[in-house]
């Protein structure tokens, strides 16, 4: 974007400051107006439900997203599918071109490589029973990229759209999710913490996209200006399992890792109404036995592994389980480790 400045010098006089004309004040000019503001306070929760897509990651009936604040304006949430793939997103109040707005960061890696993009509130709309919010990519506008996040009292749908690298003149559907709210008793301590949401500003991007032809950023070329190591408040589970000896792992099986916010195994049984409160979750290899949840909400967590014997990615009849409520809890920016065991046959 061109910034054009023009200076004009009288003959006759001095220019005092007075004399000179005040650069005109658009609507977001102050914090107080910024744009899309209400949007942090609606997304707030844990949100799950089915993704449509035309990547080649595909559509799935089931994507969880813990979105929580991690200071007074910015809130986040940060998921994995498997160790080549996963997201974080991010919602905070920016500054850009002398305007405030909310940005919308979203990215990770897809197949390994890393993406990131910044995207500005342009478009708000809200009404007692709807809110929308459109996201648009900074430079080259909603011809390259952008999202629409439509907030109901209980849903959440967020549109993406993209214009594949500048080989389309206009963005076409990416993907669509579109969740109901689980929960939203997990985020309130971060809620008071925080006070959460405040107009204050989260991050200046008035010079992240100088020089640059668009405000998507990838692991090749790097010069993300708030990556994910500067992110506030978020800490780190390193996460390993084991098998007991009654069960030998076949290596082509898939494992999947489960945080959840509260315990899904009451005796021996699964708590079915407690399955709303998972967090995060990983696929693995059978023979994968460690990971770490990076970027994860401070709080207290259960850990489950299952081995999905039959293949049907959902835990029933003969799959193995880790049959007890492992807890660990994660205070502000620290690392913690946490064990389970594959110990219990599904009956």
Same mark, same amino acid.
């Given at each position: 974007?061109?910034?054009?400045? #023009?200076?004009?010098?009288?003959?006759?006089?001095?220019?005092?400051?007075?004399?000179?004309?005040?650069?005109?004040?658009?609507?977001?000019?102050?914090?107080?107006?910024?744009?899309?503001?209400?949007?942090?306070?609606?997304?707030?929760?844990?949100?799950?439900?089915?993704?449509?897509?035309?990547?080649?990651?595909?559509?799935?009936?089931e994507w969880i997203v813990d979105f929580r604040p991690i200071s007074a304006s910015q809130i986040s949430a940060k998921n994995e599918l498997d160790t080549m793939n996963d997201i974080h997103m991010s919602f905070f109040i920016a500054k850009y071109n002398n305007e405030y707005r909310i940005a919308f960061r979203n990215g990770g890696a897809?197949?390994?490589?890393?993406?990131?993009?910044?995207?500005?509130? @342009?478009?708000?709309?809200? $009404?007692?029973?709807?809110?929308?919010?459109?996201?648009?990519?900074?430079?080259?506008?909603?011809?390259?990229? &952008?999202?629409?996040?439509?907030?109901?009292? @209980?849903?959440?749908? #967020?549109?993406?759209?993209?214009?594949?690298?500048?080989?389309?003149?206009?963005?076409?559907?990416?993907?669509?999710?579109?969740?109901?709210?689980?929960?939203?008793?997990?985020?309130?301590?971060?809620?008071?913490?925080?006070? *959460?949401?405040?107009?204050?500003?989260?991050?200046?991007?008035?010079?992240? *996209?100088? !020089?640059?032809?668009?405000? #998507?950023? &990838?692991? #090749?070329?790097?010069?993300?200006?708030?990556?994910?190591?500067?992110?506030?408040?978020? !800490?780190?589970?390193?996460?390993?399992?084991?098998?007991?000896?009654?069960?030998?792992?076949?290596?082509?099986?898939?494992?999947?890792?489960?945080?959840?916010?509260?315990?899904?195994?009451?005796?021996?049984?699964?708590?079915?109404?407690?399955?709303?409160?998972?967090?995060?979750?990983?696929?693995?290899?059978?023979?994968?036995?460690?990971?770490?949840?990076? &970027?994860?909400?401070?709080?207290?967590?259960?850990?489950?592994?299952?081995?999905?014997?039959?293949?049907? !990615?959902?835990?029933?009849?003969?799959?193995?389980?880790?049959?007890?409520?492992?807890?660990?809890?994660?205070?502000?920016?620290? $690392?913690?480790?946490?064990?389970?065991?594959?110990?219990?046959?599904?009956?």
């Amino acid at each position: 974007m061109t910034l054009i400045v #023009i200076i004009t010098f009288g003959c006759k006089k001095d220019q005092t400051p007075d004399d000179q004309t005040p650069t005109p004040l658009g609507p977001y000019s102050t914090i107080e107006n910024t744009l899309g503001y209400n949007l942090l306070d609606k997304v707030k929760g844990i949100w799950n439900g089915p993704v449509t897509s035309s990547t080649a990651l595909g559509s799935f009936p089931e994507w969880i997203v813990d979105f929580r604040p991690i200071s007074a304006s910015q809130i986040s949430a940060k998921n994995e599918l498997d160790t080549m793939n996963d997201i974080h997103m991010s919602f905070f109040i920016a500054k850009y071109n002398n305007e405030y707005r909310i940005a919308f960061r979203n990215g990770g890696a897809f197949g390994g490589q890393t993406r990131v993009s910044y995207l500005l509130a @342009d478009s708000v709309s809200e $009404t007692a029973s709807r809110s929308y919010y459109r996201f648009s990519e900074v430079l080259k506008g909603k011809n390259r990229c &952008y999202a629409e996040v439509i907030v109901k009292q @209980d849903s959440l749908i #967020i549109k993406s759209y993209t214009n594949h690298y500048d080989t389309q003149p206009t963005a076409t559907p990416h993907m669509v999710w579109s969740a109901k709210l689980q929960d939203q008793t997990t985020c309130a301590s971060a809620v008071s913490q925080f006070s *959460f949401p405040q107009k204050s500003l989260a991050f200046d991007l008035s010079e992240s *996209f100088m !020089g640059l032809t668009e405000s #998507i950023f &990838y692991s #090749i070329t790097g010069g993300d200006p708030y990556p994910e190591t500067d992110q506030p408040y978020l !800490g780190k589970a390193n996460i390993t399992y084991t098998y007991s000896g009654a069960y030998s792992p076949v290596s082509s099986k898939k494992v999947m890792l489960i945080v959840s916010a509260q315990p899904l195994i009451s005796g021996t049984g699964l708590n079915t109404s407690n399955l709303k409160f998972r967090s995060r979750y990983v696929v693995l290899s059978s023979s994968d036995l460690n990971f770490t949840f990076n &970027y994860l909400h401070p709080g207290t967590y259960y850990l489950y592994a299952f081995y999905d014997n039959d293949g049907n !990615g959902t835990a029933n009849s003969g799959d193995w389980i880790s049959a007890t409520n492992t807890s660990f809890s994660l205070t502000s920016q620290q $690392t913690v480790s946490a064990n389970t065991q594959i110990n219990f046959t599904i009956p």
